[in-house]
């Protein structure tokens, strides 16, 4: 049985940071491209950031490049989103995504899709 469990959403203030973190048992983590996700209410679910299967490359959105680090540790089957300088405009539930079925590597970079498994997400709350 395939589990997302994601956690370590809270309430911080405007500029604060958070660290999410995700495991996913029931699959081989190692062989899967993972991602973080994030809903707004009343928004359309945004992809934010994705991380290769070796963790050599990733994606960001403009939204949170050079705020948020993707990382993984293969050998603790562990997905981390790293959120430093936090607005009030990043207030929304954080999934995590799992096994993605599509993965681009072109001139614009990198970037994942299409996504097997998700986690239940994680409310980040971010106050000003």
């Known amino acids: 049985q395939v589990q997302v469990v994601e956690s370590g959403g809270g309430l911080v203030q405007a500029g604060g940071s958070l660290r999410l973190s995700c495991t996913a048992s029931g699959l081989i983590f190692g062989d899967l491209a993972l991602a973080w996700f994030r809903q707004a209410p009343g928004k359309a679910r945004e992809g934010i950031s994705c991380i290769s299967r070796s963790g050599g490359s990733t994606y960001y959105a403009d939204s949170v490049k050079g705020r948020f680090t993707i990382s993984r540790d293969n050998a603790k089957n562990t997905l981390n989103l790293r959120m430093n300088s936090l607005k009030p405009e990043d207030t929304a539930m954080y999934f995590c995504?799992?096994?993605?079925?599509?993965?681009?590597?072109?001139?614009?970079?990198?970037?994942?899709?299409?996504?097997?498994?998700w986690g239940q997400g994680t409310q980040v709350t971010v106050s000003s």
């Open positions: 995504a799992a096994d993605a079925k599509r993965e681009i590597w072109d001139s614009a970079g990198y970037y994942c899709d299409d996504f097997g498994y």
